[in-house]
């Protein structure tokens, strides 16, 4: 992971949200709100909550007297998020990074991430961080990406864009959403924070798009990709967009398109 792949600045947290939530991250973050909501939790934390997909689909689930606390690194994406989002008394809006949480040990039932682990610098201390702040018998409930190759937009872009920039193609895709998939791994590094009770379960959903050239535009304008792109050459940002477009045309057709998105969900208790 570079400084480069956590930067959501500037225009890339509303192409996320009016892009990328729908393209990939709904259908996800429900399931995730699910579990999370599944214990009829008191306190909830989400962290690494970016434009507040998960919060949308959770806190209609919580209770009347549930406290949620949404956080997020980075200050631009607390603010949409918190923009998108209702009148809630229920919800805290704090900027925290989740592997130096400012709350108190034991202060939550439930800690929720949505694919953020993978950004974690040290994703030991994240998941310690999280296990710290659970009470007894609390879950920490979080999914990560399966694999570039099973996730199919995502494998197709980055294969288009290392045709524009062959000597040094961008591999943020790869790298870091993509560069956490590793089941025994997850498993073991839960393990070595304390974690006993470790579920993991791989699920498989489809992705859909009105056209080729928003699946493009998602992910070359509303992710860190568009960084890469643009430290390499900004003024190839427009062929990138169109080798990639071109790309999902070929494989998917010039109308309404739809790929296999994968990914691991895990719920783990101390």
Known sequence: MTDRDTVFVGSIPKFYDTLMVPLIFE??????????????????????AGS????????PRLGADTRYVVTDLNQPMLDYAASRQGPDSRIEWRQADALALPFDDA??????????????????????EARRVLREGGRFVFNVWDRIEENAFADDITNALATVFEHDPPRFLARTPHGYHDVALIREELSRTGYSDIRIETREKTSSSTSAREVATAYCLGTPLRNEIEARDADLLQLAMDRATDAIVKRYGKGPVAGKIQAHVIVAAG
């Open 52 to 59: 507040g997909v998960v919060a949308r689909s959770l806190a």
């Open 27 to 48: 259908a996800y973050a429900a399931d995730l709100a699910e579990l999370a909501a599944a214990s009829a939790p008191r306190s909830v934390l989400e962290t690494a």
């Open 107 to 128: 202060s939550f039932d439930v800690v929720c991430c949505q694919f953020g682990a993978m950004f974690f610098p040290d994703r030991v201390a994240g998941y310690g």
